[in-house]
């Protein structure tokens, strides 16, 4: 019944993204594994995880997407659930490396040694097991978006003032994860992973496989971001966005339904944080950065708000953009990337793919005049 329902949501785009997603799950593995290194067809290794973090980039824009495109909650915090999925995965890899560390201590992770702590703090306990770090993922990110979501959206708080706690949120937490005392490696943070399910997380395999997983939650996440917002409830949804004190008079529980979707939200950030880990090797606090979120925002602004493959597609365009340009010219992308959203938001308030259905639809809608006028002289011409 759920697995029907998801198939109805899903329009023509939304079904070819997929199908492109699940075909890089097996092309780009097959071509890192199958193929001579001397073969120009073939991918290295270090070109799998970094599109594979491209991939957990475009989740986070597309969970940014389901609230700020169709519910009008500019979240200028959701780098905060990203990297508290990403620490939850981070701490299970800890806890697997044992006596491999530098120190040798089954129990304690190195930084532990270093500060002299004596015992495993609390809240690690069960993150040696991988269910409950992946059950941790979902309920972290999803458990502080709950609590956040709960007193924002009863207080009624929206706008720029909402922007504005939001990033408070995730310096506050940038601030707390720095202290060496949080337990969760201060400035360094978490990293010297070894494995992954008993899986050496350096071999070739097992990068291919990560990023296999990774296209195949991101069409998951596609899928299930597409039956929300063109369910009934992704009506009301739009219906807040663009008038908000209008759905409330109408007799909807607008709070309520704003807290749901930032809550699947946060999850969605949470569950790409927890894939990038392993690909990248570090978690550090620097993923609380407030920079991070708003970098997220021209992701989604530059592929076009409130269409679901747009923010995919631009996370994979700016991220490939910075990639290459950051060696070229180090000093002059922060200035690029700025001037970007200047000129999109001037020339292309739509985004890459708002703009392109746009201009597509108008295109149609010019056919179909043509097309209706053709035919209206043909039955005239007619004796």
Not at 61 to 81: K, N, P, Q, R, T
Not at 100 to 117: C, E, H, K, Q, T
Not at 271 to 299: M, R
Not at 306 to 330: C, D, E, Q, S, Y
Request: hydrophobic share 55%; net charge positive; glycine share 10%.
């Amino acid at each position: 019944m759920i697995t029907s329902f998801l198939l109805r949501s899903l329009d023509r785009k939304i079904l070819i993204a997929i199908g492109l997603l699940l075909a890089l799950a097996i092309v780009v593995p097959a071509l890192n594994l199958l193929t001579s290194e001397t073969s120009a067809l073939h991918i290295p290794t270090y070109m799998v995880a970094l599109f594979g973090k491209y991939l957990t980039y475009a989740m986070l824009a597309l969970a940014l997407d389901l609230v700020w495109g169709f519910c009008g909650i500019l979240s200028l915090g959701h780098g905060a659930f990203f990297a508290l999925g990403g620490y939850a995965m981070g701490m299970y890899l800890m806890r697997q490396i044992g006596p491999r560390g530098v120190y040798g201590d089954p129990i304690l992770p190195d930084f532990m040694v270093f500060l002299n702590w004596k015992e495993l703090p609390w809240f690690w306990h069960g993150f040696d097991m991988f269910w409950f770090a992946a059950l941790m993922v979902f309920v972290a990110p999803g458990l502080l978006a709950f609590v956040f979501g709960w007193f924002a959206f009863r207080s009624r708080v929206n706008g720029v003032y909402l922007s504005i706690i939001t990033q408070a949120m995730t310096y506050a937490l940038l601030l707390a994860f720095f202290r060496n005392d949080m337990g969760f490696g201060g400035n360094n943070g978490l990293t010297d992973f070894k494995d992954i399910l008993g899986f050496n997380i350096q071999a070739d395999g097992t990068r291919a496989a990560l990023f296999a997983i990774t296209a195949v939650t991101l069409a998951l996440s596609l899928m299930l971001a597409s039956a929300i917002v063109r369910s009934k409830y992704g009506k009301v949804l739009v219906g807040i966005r663009d008038a908000e004190s209008r759905t409330r008079f109408l007799g909807y529980r607008v709070e309520h339904m704003k807290l749901f979707t930032f809550v699947v939200s946060a999850m969605m950030a949470g569950v790409a944080g927890a894939l990038y880990v392993p690909q990248i090797g570090i978690i550090n606090p620097g993923e609380f950065a407030p920079a991070n979120s708003i970098e997220v925002v021209i992701w989604t602004a530059v592929g076009g708000r409130a269409t679901l493959i747009g923010p995919i597609i631009g996370a994979i365009l700016v991220n490939g953009g910075k990639t290459i340009f950051t060696g070229l010219f180090p000093n002059a992308w922060l200035f690029a990337l700025g001037g970007l959203f200047v000129l999109v938001t001037l020339f292309l308030p739509k985004g890459i793919v708002g703009t392109a259905s746009q201009l597509w639809g108008r295109r149609k809608e010019y056919r179909d005049a043509a097309d209706a006028e053709i035919a209206h002289k043909t039955v005239e011409a007619k004796p």
